[in-house]
């Protein structure tokens, strides 16, 4: 009895010993029949590296009204919250700090690269003009410019959200005496009204196809008053106000004050204003900077 069981203990020790050379062998093998590289490492793991991504500086135009600057540090949070570890700061035109020439003066003592993203809704002198020179007179600053934040699903789905906030309804956007006035704060630039309506034809199919009718606080006709009593004169008796405005502030207050049914609020904080915000910076984060493109 004692001869078979030594055999099999040692075909035992045999099959063990092949087993875990064979699991030592399969454990260099890649998936798809390769060892893996460097590069491999890299792809699966994209935050492999060691320079830091380029700050967001979020760029809003500035407001007299307290409750703006507030507002736009609560739109930035939600911009946080979707993508920890990313250095997002905020920035003004005018009226408010920090202002724009400090905020990339600080970035670029601390040889950081940046993005500009507008809070703007459309093109404008502000985007076309400001931004560029603000970058200009940084000369030690790596940055690029965003796009403002335009047509776009994300932007209508805050505006349709704001509008039933504020009592819009499904059954509304079926009602052929209902119309909207979409308020913005209005520009000479011709790029500027035509992003404004590519919004209200957005706006439009979002709520069933209900007429939406650009309007503008400044610049620009017509007037929030204006749409109005073209709406009414078409028959829409019942008029909304959208709020296409990133913050509380005159031009807002004014719009809303000459709702004659529902005034929608500015956009803040909403979700999907926060995810537009990355989107505008995703778009150009791995581009040239603008002194680089300059001499392409």
């Known amino acids: ?10 075909a035992t020790e045999l099959l063990g010993r092949i087993t875990e050379q064979l699991g030592i062998r399969l454990g260099h093998v890649h998936p798809y029949g390769r060892r893996p590289r460097k590069h491999d490492e890299e792809v699966s793991n994209p935050m492999n590296t060691t320079a830091p991504a380029p700050a967001l500086v979020a760029v809003g135009h500035g407001s007299r009204d307290p409750h703006a600057r507030a507002t736009l540090s609560r739109l930035l949070d939600r911009v946080r919250e979707l993508r920890p ?7 003004h035109i005018e009226l408010n700090a920090p202002l724009l020439d400090d905020a990339l003066a600080e970035l670029a003592a601390e040889g950081r690269e940046a993005v500009l993203v507008p809070l703007l809704l459309a093109p404008g002198h502000h985007v076309g003009h400001d931004l560029p020179a603000a970058v200009a007179a940084a000369p030690a600053l790596r ?16 505006l349709a959200d704001r509008l039933a906030e504020a009592g819009w309804t499904p ?4 009602s052929r005496a209902t119309g909207v006035v979409l308020a913005s704060a209005g520009s000479r630039d011709p790029r500027s009204g035509a ?6 034809a957005l ?47 005159l031009f807002a207050t004014r719009a809303a004050a000459d ?10 904080a909403h979700p999907a204003l926060a995810r537009l915000v990355l ?15 300059a001499t392409i």
């Open 195 to 200: 992003e404004i309506r590519r919004v209200a």
């Open 259 to 268: 709702a004659p049914w529902l005034a929608a609020e500015p956009l803040g």
């Open 171 to 174: 059954a509304d956007g079926a």
């Open 85 to 91: 570890g990313l250095d997002v700061r905020l920035a």
């Open 203 to 249: 706006l439009g199919e979002r709520l069933g196809g209900v007429p939406v009718v650009p309007a503008y606080a400044s610049a620009a006709a017509p007037t929030v008053p204006e749409a109005v009593r073209a709406l009414v004169a078409r028959g829409r008796h019942r008029v909304a106000v959208a709020s296409c405005f990133t913050a509380p502030g």
């Open 1 to 10: 009895m004692t001869e078979p069981d030594s055999t099999f203990d040692s």
């Open 279 to 293: 989107h505008r910076y995703d778009r150009v984060r791995t581009v040239p900077p603008v002194r680089e493109l």
């Open 143 to 158: 940055a690029r410019v965003a796009d403002p934040l335009g047509a776009h699903p994300l932007l209508v789905e805050a």
